[in-house]
Structure formats: C-alpha cells, structure tokens
C-alpha cells in the first residue's frame, strides 16, 4: 500500500505561479512513475504530467513550457511547478503513483483556482 498526501493547491491571479507537492509513504521502494492528473468541473479527469524513477518526463499539450514536474526520491516527493497559469487551468489536481506490480494509488486531490 501507498499512501499520497497532495498540498500547495490555492486561489492564484491569472499569469501567477504554485508549486503542488505529493508525498508518499508505506511501500515506497515499490514506486515506479508518479504523476500528476486534474479534473475540472464538468470535464473527465486528464493527465497533466508524468515522471519515470530515471527522471524521464512528459507533459500534456496544454501545459507544455508552462508546468515542470521533478520528484526527490530521497524525500518521497513529486512536485508540480506551475507558471504562467491560466483560468482554464482551474481543477482539482491529483497525485498519482504507479508501482512495479503495477497497482495505481491516488491522492485525495488538491485545488488550484485560477480568477481575478
């Protein structure tokens, strides 16, 4: 088991920054990719970004040159770097963890509001 602990979520002005960190404790060793997905209202949940325990990652079109993800491995923790955010970036952001035996664990979630 694993478990996920999202925080960093807030009310931001359009063009502003945040930082999402997810850390995870219990069977640690056996993490392999950790990732960030989001839900809006209204709309399904969506990848946001990925990142391999080698470090290789990947990104949503839509966040593309705006959003960096990176993880410490000493500290458990993945981080999402949001710049330059934009209303429709408004979501629920989740925290989510594949390990080697390839179960999925998921964060309660965290809420990002981007509005003037």
């Known amino acids: 088991q694993v478990q996920l602990v999202e925080s960093g979520g807030g009310l931001v002005q359009p063009g502003g920054s945040l930082r999402l960190s997810c850390t995870a404790s219990g069977n640690i060793f056996s993490i392999n990719s950790m990732a960030w997905y989001r839900q809006a209202p209204g709309k399904q949940r969506e990848l946001v970004a990925t990142?391999?325990?080698?470090?290789?990652?990947n990104y949503a079109d839509a966040v593309k040159g705006r959003f960096t993800i990176s993880r410490d491995n000493a500290k458990n923790t993945v981080y999402l770097q949001m710049n330059s955010l934009k209303p429709e970036d408004t979501a629920v952001y989740y925290c989510?963890?594949?390990?080697?035996?390839?179960?999925?664990?998921w964060g309660k979630g965290t809420l990002v509001t981007v509005s003037t």
């Open positions: 989510n963890v594949v390990t080697s035996d390839l179960m999925d664990y």
């Open positions: 990142i391999t325990t080698s470090g290789s990652t």
